[in-house]
């Protein structure tokens, strides 16, 4: 077996998006002079030492000691979905540390320091460098650079940011914008900013809110749940409410809109949250539940709060007083005249603890109150035992208490008899909707932008806001808020970097072996088999099953499908789509390779089907040839069953070969991709000057390789295949030639194909005799072989050797022969895949029977004809079925239903052709006389004058006695003189051609004229 596994875990380095802090200490080399270098050294160390505490307290990475300051990296190499703000707490804590230490030098040693900051956020490479992996980690990329630079303009004792950090930051972070600066490396001004302090915001959600609430959908069936628990605690039996569910999906705003509920009843509310970097400050939610609780303001004056707390405290519990200089204490307002106790930090711990639960236990005696608590799954360890305590002491309260974490957090109190949990489910494809319209409004322009975006966030509302939000800021959506209107179509749209801040830090929190497998999986597509993922990654069932265990139970892969196989599915795109874009390009591109090679092996009998993902995985895996024979397969496939499909194929072939060494294989590739796009533009509709190009290139290669078979099919597709504009006798002519070009090679394949080329040229011409002996001699060499030739003109030349024979047949007016060939020539396209052919067939036959008077019969092939070549999609194919129609309306008396058929299929092949081809004589003709089936004969006059002149200029001799004909009819039906020199010449052009059936009608209608007259 070859050697496929890409070998999990040896990952050595990823794309992260992350937050980058430079801070150097300025004023330093000048002072390093007058000093002694011991003691200078001990004040440097002292510096670096408080700047790497501030890192460290917000769980970065030190990157490097530069020579006077240090570079951080928030978010690597474990993501923080808050790196941002991380990196900007930590640069406020410096700028305080800092400026602390340097007053006491300033006051000491005499000394001058101060700090410069600078902080970008973005992409970089982040991993271990050097010989062997064993070097330091580190980051390494433009995002870097860019951080250097800000810290470098940065004054000193300040912060500056750019525009992106800024806008991960803004809100949680008082900002000031200093407007755009040229930046060296950067390739337009960079919006720099100066950090301030901290932000009003704490939570997302108070972001939301600075920025106007969407309007709040859904959510009935969880309201009631909550309104039930408060109906609960209400009756002084407590309760407790945990929502769940992942980041972004509406926990904090489902609190929110019922707290506010609660507010407008009068009940009290107290909330509290933990912050993603908080694990590092110890009970931080408890002190903010309590200054909620007691009514405390950021900027209360100690005494003022000191006043607030015991106020409050005494009025609930008079015992309370003695553990007043403790709740000071913790709440950072001490009172110098009654100091706390001294006691172990444990014991401090459990004294709050009991003193919370009865505080907020105690006031439910009276009245009802919710406290909230959010985010559970960022708790310290300290609040998270105090929690459990609260917990305990709600029963028999008149206490609602409700909190919300993410799938993550490990609840120790859930099996409490108050618990009720709620799992929060993504919005349902309603809510989505209700909430786009609210985002982005109901221009008709964006009804395209519902379905992928409800793909794409699965209902997620944050993710939905986000990416709304980013097509706004990428240009996409132009307008207001509410009232956008789509301005540029959306075809790739990144993930937002809020979205991915998010995905990554949780696809972080996996094992390594989980995250590899995730990485694999998201290579492979949107689903992969089990045996897919095992051989692509290399791994054997016992090292895979636990990975795909951890991977299913966080939520992030589902099982799609477990018989016959085992397939896993991601369940959010937008996952799928991060743990992609981390992974390095060369590790990505081997995986692709790898993932190509495990479905050659694993496959090995359905690989026509899968050629073109096998094609894609080669060519992302940089296996450019191999792509290119897959794709060429796969196009083959498609074959004229889904023409579009092997068009678009063909096209990438072609683009392929482009980077591939000149050898003779490239340069047959190079032909026939070219040769059969060419093949396809005809059916398809294509623009002349591209198709003019891609013949010329295709000429020009095909002879300097001397391939004289791609010299004789290219004659054809130029210049005799059907749509060229050129009269009927120089497409004879080139027919011909191509004919002679392939007879001097000795392949039976090439001269059928050329042959079933050729003989629609001659149709076109009228020339009967040509028709049948070019028919003949494709039967003579195919000699029963249905399939020799095929797949280069048409699939079965066979097939459509015997139906131009029939057609000829018609003509001549022995009908009965025309149809049993026909029936032969159905079933031979049948059995040998050719629904190109059939759909010619079947529409001839219609004609045939609707000339045999059976109109109802004709009407229901015809339409049935319709219907199959709709679904093969070219425009070649179903133009033809429904001009047959047409004729059969006509023959049927529906002229009406006739008249809109033939105007709608001459508007599709023009629009897709750009021009008329060669039936539009035809079409012309039937219009003409589906409009004097209409009584409309002046229109009909009009129109046939210039079928008539048509088909005349462009030779169409299959076409002129019948238009001829019509032009008679039309004079006669509008008393425009010379009606039966038209008929005369008619029956002249019809005679000398040998088109008996023709001949008849016009003699038929001979008699009827010359009644008329008299
Ligand atoms: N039902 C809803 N209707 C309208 N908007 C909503 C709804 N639910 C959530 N949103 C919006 O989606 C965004 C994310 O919601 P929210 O902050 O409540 O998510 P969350 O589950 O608390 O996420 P996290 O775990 O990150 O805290 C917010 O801007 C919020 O206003
Ligand atoms: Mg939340």
């Keep these: 077996m070859a050697e496929i596994g890409m070998g999990i875990g040896t990952d050595d380095g990823e794309r992260k998006q992350v937050t980058v802090l430079f801070a150097d200490v300025s004023g330093s080399m000048d002072l390093a002079e007058g000093q002694d270098p011991e003691e200078w050294r001990k004040i440097m160390q002292r510096f670096f030492a408080l700047l790497a505490a501030a890192v460290e307290r917000f769980e970065g990475t030190v990157d490097k000691f530069t020579g006077d300051g240090i570079m951080a990296v928030f978010g690597a190499p474990v993501a923080h979905e808050d790196h941002a703000r991380r990196a900007c707490y930590a640069a406020l804590w410096m700028l305080d540390d800092v400026a602390e230490y340097a007053a006491e030098l300033r006051r000491g040693p005499g000394l001058n320091f101060s700090v410069r900051i600078g902080i970008n956020s973005g992409e970089v490479v982040a991993g271990a460098i050097g010989d062997g992996g064993d070097g330091s980690y580190t980051a390494i990329g433009h995002t870097v650079g860019l951080a250097q630079r800000m810290e470098a303009l940065a004054e000193p004792g300040k912060a500056y940011l750019t525009e992106s950090a800024a806008a991960l930051a803004a809100g949680f972070l008082d900002l000031k914008e200093l407007g755009p600066f040229e930046i060296k490396g950067a390739s337009r001004p960079v919006d720099v900013f100066e950090l301030v302090g901290v932000g009003a915001a704490r939570s997302r959600l108070d972001l939301s809110r600075e920025r106007g609430f969407s309007r709040f959908v859904g959510r009935e069936r969880e309201m009631e749940t909550l309104e039930d628990a408060l109906a609960q605690a209400e009756t002084g039996e407590g309760a407790v409410v945990g929502i769940v569910a992942e980041a972004g999906v509406g926990k904090s705003r489902l609190g929110h809109e019922f707290c506010e509920r609660c507010r407008q009843r009068g009940i009290e509310v107290f909330e509290a949250q933990a912050q993603a970097h908080g694990k590092s400050i110890p009970l931080m939610p408890v002190l903010q ?214 995905l990554s830090a949780r696809i972080d929190r996996l094992s390594a072996d989980a995250k590899a497998l995730l990485q694999v999986a998201s290579v492979i597509g949107k689903e992969a088999g089990a045996r897919a993922l095992a051989l692509t990654a290399g791994l054997d069932a016992e090292e895979l099953d636990p990975a795909i265990c951890e991977l299913v139970e966080g939520g992030f892969l589902y099982e799609a499908e477990l018989y016959p196989e085992r397939v896993l599915a991601f369940r959010h795109p937008l996952t799928q789509e991060v743990a992609y874009g981390t992974q390095l390009g060369e590790r990505r591109a081997a995986t692709h390779a790898a993932a190509a090679q495990a479905m050659i092996e694993l496959e090995p009998e359905r690989l026509e089907e899968l050629a073109a993902l096998v094609g894609r995985h080669m060519e992302l895996g940089g296996e450019t040839r191999e792509a290119s024979r897959w794709f060429a397969r796969a196009a083959h496939w498609a074959g ?362 016009t003699e038929a209608d001979r008699a009827v004229l010359t009644a008329a007259a008299g």
């Excluded at 039967?779 to 072989?785: C, E, I, N, P, S």
């Design 640 to 1001: 004229h069953t889904r023409p579009q499909d092997a068009l678009r194929l063909w096209q990438r072939v072609t683009a392929l070969t482009e980077e591939l060494d000149d050898d003779a294989e490239t340069r047959a590739l190079a032909v026939s991709s070219r040769m059969l796009q060419l093949e396809y533009a005809w059916r398809l509709g294509m623009d002349r000057e591209q198709a003019e190009a891609l013949a010329d290139e295709a000429t020009e290669i095909a002879e300097r390789s001397g391939d004289v078979h791609a010299v004789a099919l290219l004659k054809l597709l130029t210049a005799a295949r059907p749509g060229v504009a050129d009269r009927a006798s120089e497409w004879v002519g080139a027919a011909k030639e191509a004919i002679r070009l392939a007879d001097g090679t000795d392949d039976p394949a090439l001269r059928v194909a050329v042959r079933s080329a050729g003989a629609y040229a001659y149709m076109c011409a009228g020339d009967l005799d040509a028709v049948e002996r070019i028919a003949d001699e494709i039967l003579t060499l195919t000699a029963g072989d249905p399939s020799l030739g095929g797949g280069i003109v048409v699939d079965s030349p066979m097939s459509w050797g015997l139906m131009a024979r029939s057609v000829a047949l018609r003509e001549r007016d022995r009908a009965e022969e025309a149809e049993a060939l026909l029936d032969q020539a159905l079933q031979l396209a049948a059995e040998h895949d050719d629904p190109e052919t059939a759909g010619w067939a079947r529409g001839s036959k219609s004609l045939l029977i609707a000339d045999r008077g059976e109109h109802e019969a004709a009407l229901g092939l015809a339409r049935r004809n319709c219907e199959l070549t709709e679904r093969l999609g070219d425009v070649f194919s179903r133009t033809t079925a429904s001009t047959a129609l047409a004729y059969v309306q006509i023959a049927a008396g529906e002229h009406a239903a006739a008249l809109t058929t033939i105007e709608r299929t001459d508007r599709e092949y023009r629009e897709a052709m750009g021009a008329g081809g060669e039936t539009e004589a035809w079409r012309s003709t039937l219009r003409a006389r589906a409009l004097l089936g209409a009584g409309r004969a002046d229109e009909a006059l009009v129109e046939i004058e210039w079928a008539t002149a048509t088909a005349k200029r462009r030779e169409m001799g299959w076409q002129i006695p019948s238009a001829l004909h019509t032009l008679a009819l039309a004079r006669a039906a509008t008393g425009a003189p010379d009606a039966e020199e038209a008929l005369d010449e008619a029956t002249e052009a019809a005679r000398s051609r040998g088109h008996l059936m023709t001949l008849r009608r």
């Design 289 to 502: 539940m309590l200054r909620a609780y007691f009514g405390i303001g950021d900027r209360d004056p100690d005494r003022i709060a000191r006043e607030k707390v015991a106020g409050r405290a005494l009025l609930l519990d008079s015992e309370l007083g003695e553990d007043l200089p403790l709740i000071f204490d913790f709440l950072g307002i001490p009172d110098p005249g009654q100091p706390a106790p001294q006691m172990s930090g444990e014991a401090r711990q459990r004294a709050l603890g009991r003193i919370v639960c009865r505080l907020l236990g105690a006031p439910s005696r009276n009245h009802t109150v919710v406290l909230a608590i959010e985010d559970l799954h960022w708790m310290d360890e300290g609040s998270n035992a105090m929690l459990a305590q609260l917990i305990d002491s709600v029963a028999g309260t008149n206490t609602l208490a409700l909190v919300n974490f993410r799938p993550e957090y490990r609840l120790d109190w859930g099996a409490s008899s108050l618990y009720r949990r709620i799992e929060l489910q993504p919005l349902g494809r309603e809510d989505t909707r209700e909430l786009l319209r609210d985002l982005a409004g109901e221009d008709p322009s964006l009804d395209g932008l519902e379905a992928p975006i409800h793909t794409r966030t699965q209902g997620n509302p944050f993710f939905v806001e986000e990416i709304v939000r980013e097509l706004v800021e990428a240009g996409h959506l132009e307008g207001e808020h509410g009232a956008y209107r789509l301005a540029r179509p959306v075809e790739e749209a990144g993930v937002p970097a809020t979205v991915q801040a998010v």
